[in-house]
């Protein structure tokens, strides 16, 4: 591609925060989550692929960027990753924990890279209901994403001890605070 890997991973994260960015501004909880992914998947030693598909994990299910955009930008590898990462059409309006315990059964099957960012999504969105995201949401939906997510993080198991201990410390914080 002709840049410097450090290149790559300001360049997706530009991509991804004008991906997302509406006419009415990008939500702070959504550019919260994007920052957070990336910083926990830097955190643990992901390699500038992972910290750039990182940045890009949600483009395609939550800012419709085809994918084959990502490819022609970032080349092949992090467009596997994203692709992998982004549930297909089919899990998106299902209830809860039936679409999570469709992330798990696909999630297994996936290679390290994306486990790690899996879990460092999963990390964040655990970490949200603990700042008060999902407020709006009725105390079920939150147990069903609490519980739901720790059967992927599970899934995700021994890609990074750090960032497991952080995801059990997020899911317990998460539980005493839905009770």
């Not at 500038?48 to 395609?60: F, N």
């Not at 549930?87 to 998106?92: E, H, T």
């Not at 899996?118 to 990390?123: I, V, W, Y």
């Amino acid at each position: 591609m002709g840049y410097h890997s450090s290149d790559m991973v300001a360049r997706a994260c530009i991509f991804s925060i004008r991906a997302h960015w509406t006419p009415s501004k990008l939500p702070s909880s959504l550019l919260d989550h994007i920052l957070e992914v990336a910083e926990l998947v830097r955190s643990v030693g992901g390699t500038d692929i992972e910290q750039s598909a990182a940045w890009l994990h949600a483009v395609a299910q939550d800012a419709n960027v085809p994918i084959d955009d990502v490819r022609k930008t970032f080349g092949v590898k992090i467009a596997e990753i994203v692709e992998n990462l982004t549930s297909p059409p089919y899990f998106r309006d299902k209830p809860i924990l039936e679409r999570r315990a469709l992330q798990e059964h696909r999630i297994r099957t996936m290679d390290c890279s994306v486990k790690l960012i899996k879990l460092a999504c999963l990390t964040s969105e655990i970490k949200s209901v603990n700042r008060g995201y999902y407020s709006e949401w009725s105390k079920q939906e939150r147990d069903d994403l609490i519980e739901g997510s720790y059967w992927v993080a599970m899934a995700c198991w021994g890609v990074s001890g750090s960032l497991e201990r952080e995801f059990n410390l997020a899911y317990l914080r998460a539980r005493d605070f839905c009770r």
